[in-house]
């Protein structure tokens, strides 16, 4: 059974910083894509940013291009997100995310297509 297990969540003052981690166990294959995804109170849930873990490959939602990066650590099956310049408007329970690579796929942040999620880490940004 793969497992997520997020932390580094809390509150920051707005052109603050905040890394995010999520660790994984219970995969049997090294190629998988790890996502972020963020829910504000009201809204829908939205794709953040994404990593293939064999080609290292990312995607990002335009909102956060150049402000926050997704990077791995293969041998602790770790993978961070960096969010600097933060916003009151990134506020949101921040989801970690992940599906196996069973066929060709690009980046994708479409939820549908995460299979395993964890349990959420809050992210608070004042102004």
């Known amino acids: 059974q793969v497992q997520l297990v997020e932390s580094g969540g809390g509150s920051v003052q707005a052109g603050g910083s905040l890394r995010l981690s999520c660790a994984v166990s219970g995969y049997t294959t090294r190629n998988y894509f790890m996502g972020w995804f963020r829910q504000a109170p009201g809204q829908e849930r939205e794709g953040v940013a994404t990593i293939n873990t064999m080609s290292g490959s990312t995607y990002y939602a335009d909102s956060v291009k150049g402000r926050f990066t997704i990077s791995q650590d293969n041998p602790k099956k770790t993978v961070y997100l960096q969010m600097n310049s933060l916003k009151p408007e990134d506020t949101a329970m921040y989801y970690c995310?992940?599906?196996?690579?069973?066929?060709?796929?690009?980046?994708?942040?479409?939820?549908?297509?995460?299979?395993?999620w964890g349990q959420g880490t809050q992210v608070t940004v004042s102004s």
């Open positions: 995310a992940t599906f196996p690579v069973v066929r060709p796929v690009r980046g994708t942040l479409t939820e549908s297509e995460y299979k395993y």
